[in-house]
């Protein structure tokens, strides 16, 4: 818990030259320092999708450089519309151009495309089932600039919105395969986007995206990991991690939050009685926990035990990312010895 | 006015608060530091002429209240904080640190002195209405500033707030603009041309000025204007500054939103600004 902002930090002061985490750059990567990274998956894939698709075009509210959007801007400048720091313009005119026939494809920070934009997606686009392709920065924890920045809520708030798919994906190589098939796809779709140098982590396994669908990426007698987004990558190395103890753990990657691969989900809970646990970089309320808990619950289905790896139910503080993913149960280890512990109950 | 250190010029002022904000920068070794320079005349007319406080007592009920919207002009708002004597200066280290009072992006909970929580941009002027309305309800006689930045111009909520501000005749509101020509994406007028801000503003109902916001003298003017403006309407302060003001090598660097410096590029940033201290 945080102090009174009336007390002194005592204990940084003084400390000599001792280093310090700092919350440093907006532009903190997930990545970890040895880890393999591909830059702008995102923008990349769509500037080249477009050479061969004239109906897209994309749509940024002073954001693009930040979304890796400016990819796409520079391979078709006249392709890009700049709509100012304006997010409920950027969805209303998203929606007019998707009325006309173009695919638009805009970017903001998830926070401010849920919590500020969330009437105009929801009323302009998603009622009328347009196509329209929103993709948002900084989802869940991925900075340290505390709330305002922070997109905790943004799964639990579109998952209530009709027509919509939502899709979390885990790294680059799943995002250069999910934009061309939310390309093929018809209607509204929110992405969350990881940007910047981007982890490499699915290709090791063989993954494929297929819209809509759950997929098991390692198999484990033990334990059931269900997760999406970079939890999955966490996943799979808490499950390197479990191995090394004899714990043997599965991971089900859950790209699509929206609609959800229930059957695929069922067949796995139903497999032995093992401890599910749901990993999600978001809140514990109304994300892919509770969309799992909720589906176990209609099918009479019931694992050994369900556990969920989430942020709590309040607003997250700032600082140096690890400090906070450590913090909030994120890190691989925090991962570990959570489930560790559900194994022992 | 708040009667600290008036034998302190308002230029060295500002120029102590850019040297509490490279300070600040060098800490993080990037961040917010052209915003920081370019705001510092304003914040130091803010500050040590245009508003009263108690150092002591941040919460004091006759202050005049000022609101940071710009979350990422935290380091800027510190600086002058510090100056003010309601930080410590020795904090200034912890800038960005984990367990800092002074995170990267204001926050209302964590640092004495900062009134309103920054960073989802566009809240500060629609927040300034409802203190303004509120400080009128109690007949209490202070002004409610709102710093916000010319990529706020961009927001509806700005000019929702504007235009309830106008209706409303609020006298004792004072917006603070800073035109610094520059946004996350490039140069404002790039990004979307809100100009001609003082016809529209004017149109909104506001007592309207635009001033050279690096020229203590004339912010001075301007913010005494304001105060003792007669009309029954909100008063604008739109401020024309120079992102990186005061070091020329940074001045000169293009894309400035979040200015990398290298490490040994501080000490020659703080020797600049040094040289041009009053004894
Ligand atoms: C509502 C909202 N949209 C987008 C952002 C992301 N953002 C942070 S700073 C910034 C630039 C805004 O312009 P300005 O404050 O004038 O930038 P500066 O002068 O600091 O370069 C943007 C788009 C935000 N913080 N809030
Ligand atoms: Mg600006």
């Not at chain 1, 018809?186 to 063989?206: H, I, T």
């Amino acid at each position: 818990m945080r102090r009174s902002k009336y007390i002194r930090p005592e204990h940084l002061l003084n400390n000599g030259d001792r280093p310090r985490l700092t919350t440093s750059a907006m532009i903190a990567s997930i990545a970890g320092p040895d880890q393999p990274t591909k830059p702008a998956p995102f923008g990349h894939t769509l500037a080249a999708l477009a050479d061969r698709d004239p109906r897209i075009v994309g749509l940024s509210a002073d954001l693009a450089k930040y979304t890796d959007l400016h990819i796409f801007r520079a391979a078709h400048p006249d392709r890009f519309y700049q709509m100012g720091m304006a997010e409920q313009l950027l969805m209303m005119a998203a929606a007019g151009m998707a009325r006309e026939g173009f695919q638009p494809w805009v970017t903001t920070y998830a926070v401010f495309a849920s919590r500020r934009a969330y009437d105009f997606i929801c009323l302009a686009i998603a009622e009328e089932m347009l196509d329209v392709k929103i993709v948002c920065a900084l989802p869940g924890l991925t900075t340290g600039y505390g709330p305002s920045h922070q997109a905790t809520e943004d799964i639990a708030m579109f998952r209530g919105m009709p027509n919509l798919t939502i899709i979390d994906p885990c790294d680059a190589h799943e995002i250069e395969q999910a934009v061309p098939a939310i390309v093929a796809h018809k209607g509204p779709v929110y992405m969350r986007l990881l940007r910047g140098n981007v982890p490499l982590v699915l290709d090791e396994y063989g993954y494929e995206f297929e819209l809509g669908k759950a997929k098991l990426i390692r198999d484990g007698r033990d334990t059931l990991i269900i997760s999406s987004g970079l939890m999955t990558m966490r996943a799979l190395e808490a499950a390197k991690e479990l191995q090394k103890d004899g714990v043997d753990a599965a991971v089900l990657h859950v790209p699509t939050i929206k609609p959800l691969d229930e059957a695929t989900i069922l067949a796995e809970c139903r497999r032995g009685g093992r401890l599910v646990v749901v990993a999600e970089n978001h809140t514990v309320i109304g994300g892919l926990g509770e969309a799992v808990a909720a589906t176990l619950m209609r099918s009479d289905v019931r694992p050994a035990a369900f556990r969920q790896i989430a942020l709590p139910d309040q607003f997250l503080e700032a600082g140096a990312l690890p400090t906070l993913h450590d913090q909030y149960g994120f890190s691989t280890g925090k991962v570990v010895s959570a489930i560790k512990g559900w194994l022992d109950e | 006015m708040t009667e600290i250190g008036h034998n302190v010029s308002l230029s060295e002022r500002a120029r102590r608060i850019r040297r509490n904000a490279l300070r600040m920068g060098e800490v993080q070794g990037q961040g917010y530091i052209a915003q920081a320079l370019g705001v510092a005349d304003v914040l130091a007319v803010s500050y040590f002429h245009a508003t009263n406080y108690r150092p002591q007592d941040p919460e004091w009920e006759g202050r005049d209240r000022f609101l940071l919207s710009i979350g990422h002009y935290a380091i800027a708002l510190y600086a002058a904080l510090i100056e003010a004597k309601i930080i410590p200066e020795d904090e200034l280290g912890t800038y960005g640190m984990d367990d800092s009072r002074l995170p990267m992006s204001g926050m209302a909970a964590y640092t004495p002195g900062m009134e309103i929580t920054g960073g989802s941009l566009g809240h500060g002027l629609g927040i300034a209405v409802g203190m303004s309305l509120a400080l009128k309800r109690k007949g209490s006689k202070s002004f409610v500033y709102n710093l916000f930045s010319d990529g706020e111009l961009d927001e509806g909520s700005t000019w929702e707030a504007a235009m309830s501000a106008g209706s409303y005749k609020l006298d004792n509101l004072i917006g603070i603009v800073d035109v610094n020509q520059m946004q996350a994406d490039g140069p404002s007028l790039g990004v979307m041309n809100f100009e001609p801000l003082v016809p529209k503003f004017e149109a909104f109902g506001w007592f309207v000025q635009r001033v050279d916001g690096n020229d203590v003298d004339a912010l001075v003017k301007a913010f005494d204007a304001a105060r003792h403006h007669e009309g029954a309407q909100p008063r604008m302060i739109i401020c024309d500054t120079k992102m990186a003001k005061g070091v020329p090598f940074l001045e000169a660097r293009e894309r400035n939103h979040f200015l990398r410096v290298e490490p040994h590029e501080w000490a020659e940033a703080l020797k600049i600004i040094d040289a041009g201290a009053v004894a």
